[in-house]
């Protein structure tokens, strides 16, 4: 076994490049056709002994959406036994009472739900699907439901910045367990004109303090 005396806290796993949606501001630039020669099962669940070798990060199966590959539990159950504290990052859309279920029995602790936006114009602007904001806040209310842990993530480009108190105030009226936001990654279709300009530098410290200052969010 390897030694590492700087082992990885964090792991985050793109396990798919395939999506149920179409974002405008996707780093990986995901569709719904999967590229050929993603890892099969037991390839994924090799990388997975890898990770366990090195020690006992939180592994995020993200994507991608995730929950479109078919054996996200199976792959999910494989880490949690291997010792890792397994969560999952999704776009929420997919989310059933029956599937949340599942992916508790897999030893999921919790999810990320993207949210990119106060309202419906905003986020299926991001999302490039009518109804998504819908459809990810049907998901959120299964995960209320069953008092599955989540979170939201935002990404921050021009077109939500000025949203991101009031996204903050959304996650917290939802009942999310934190409310993290991230630079948008200028890959993919996340490329110009959504990058992040620099003048705006200063908003984001503005939500950043907002954040800081409930005690309930980390
Ligand atoms: S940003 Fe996320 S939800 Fe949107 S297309 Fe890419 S992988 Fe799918």
Redesign the pocket.
């Known amino acids: 076994m390897i030694v590492m005396t700087n082992a990885p806290r964090l792991i985050a796993w793109e396990l798919t490049a395939g ?5 405008v ?4 630039a ?2 719904s056709s999967v590229p050929a020669g993603e890892l099969t099962t037991d390839e994924a669940k090799h990388f997975i002994d890898e990770v366990a070798g090195l020690g006992k990060p939180i592994l995020i199966l993200s ?3 995730p929950l479109t590959r078919p054996d996200v539990l199976e792959i999910a159950r494989y880490g949690t036994d291997a010792g890792l504290r397994v969560v999952l990052a999704t ?1 929420g859309t997919l989310l059933t009472p029956e599937l949340v279920e599942k992916l508790r029995d897999a030893g999921v602790q919790r999810l990320s739900i ?1 949210v990119d936006g106060a309202n419906a114009e905003t986020h299926d602007n991001f ?2 699907m009518p109804g998504a904001f819908e459809r990810t806040l049907a998901g959120i209310e299964v995960l209320r439901k069953t008092d599955f842990p989540f979170q939201i993530n935002t ?1 921050i480009s021009k077109r939500n910045l000025e949203e991101i108190p009031k996204t903050f105030e959304l996650a917290k009226e939802l009942g999310a367990a934190a409310y993290h936001v991230f630079f948008l990654v200028p890959t993919g279709r996340g490329k110009s004109p959504m990058k992040f300009p620099r003048q705006t530098t200063s908003v984001f410290c503005t939500g950043f303090m907002i954040c800081r200052k409930n005690r309930k969010f980390s």
């Open positions: 999506c149920n949606l179409n974002c501001h996707c780093r990986g995901s569709t994507g991608g959406e776009n993207s999302r490039g990404t």
